[in-house]
């Protein structure tokens, strides 16, 4: 059971560049987030998706598309990257209710772009 | 959208010290949720409150889901050098069902002075 994975754990881009996270989790879980987190702004929703085939917007969705693969698989691409890109994304998937008490977040990958 | 506000944003302490911060919200949660994150980690889940009032332990730490359900506390007792990091609150609120959506707050960061 490894949880939640992503891939790559660093990457550096060139502005324009385009390039696709990718997040898996082997926990059965239906719902999946993809986060950015910036110094002093904590952890902010960027897309989710409630289950396999669905995908809803967050906070700041703005320069991102989101793909439901299947139910074990979350990825992020970033079309055309900007500086304003840099950032540590995380994958999460989650599991709320009343009995549950986990909920797992990947190790990050750092996306810097030039 | 939903904000949080997280007190102190920094904290230095002395080993063996009582730790506290809390979380603010300009509406109510179903959820509170108390992180922590690590260097190089992504956050991970320390204890999770579903009821307003509820008060639950987790070893030296005691978090506490607020009456009004707009905020929560996080204690820890007698700290010790492993518990630096940075210390972040999530609450959920269920929107549409089976569609649970975390809103972080800003994060405390604990530094230990030896």
């Known amino acids: 059971n490894a949880g939640v994975t992503q891939t790559p754990k660093f990457q550096v881009l060139k502005t324009g560049q385009s390039m696709t996270l990718q997040c898996a989790q082997d926990?059965?879980?239906?719902?999946m987030y993809w986060y950015r987190q910036d110094p002093g702004m904590g952890l902010r929703l960027i897309y989710y998706?409630?289950?396999?085939?669905?995908?809803d917007k967050g906070e700041v969705p703005n320069g991102y598309n989101v793909s439901r693969l299947n139910k074990r698989e979350f990825s992020l691409r970033l079309e055309s990257a900007a500086p304003s890109q840099t950032s540590v994304y995380f994958c999460?998937?989650?599991?709320?209710?009343?009995?549950?008490?986990?909920?797992?977040f990947g190790p990050g990958t750092r996306l810097t772009v030039l | 959208g939903q904000q949080l506000n997280q007190s102190p944003q920094s904290m230095f302490i002395q080993e063996g010290e009582d730790v506290s911060m809390n979380c603010t919200s300009s509406?109510?949660?179903?959820?509170w949720l108390w992180y922590k994150q690590e260097p190089g980690e992504g956050p991970v889940l320390l204890i999770a409150?579903?009821?307003?009032?509820e008060l639950t332990s987790n070893g030296r730490l005691t978090a506490q889901f607020g009456i009004t359900r707009k905020d929560s506390f996080l204690n820890i007792s007698a700290s010790i050098p492993s518990d630096v990091g940075i210390y972040f609150c999530?609450?959920?609120?269920?929107?549409?069902?089976?569609?649970?959506?975390?809103?972080f707050g800003t994060g405390t960061r604990l530094t230990i002075i030896p």
């Open positions: 509406s109510i949660f179903n959820t």
């Open positions: 999530a609450g959920q609120s269920l929107f549409n069902f089976g569609n649970e959506k975390l809103t």
């Open positions: 926990m059965n879980h239906n719902s």
């Open positions: 409150l579903y009821k307003a009032g």
């Open positions: 999460a998937s989650i599991r709320v209710g009343a009995e549950s008490d986990t909920q797992y």
């Open positions: 998706s409630a289950s396999e085939g669905t995908t």
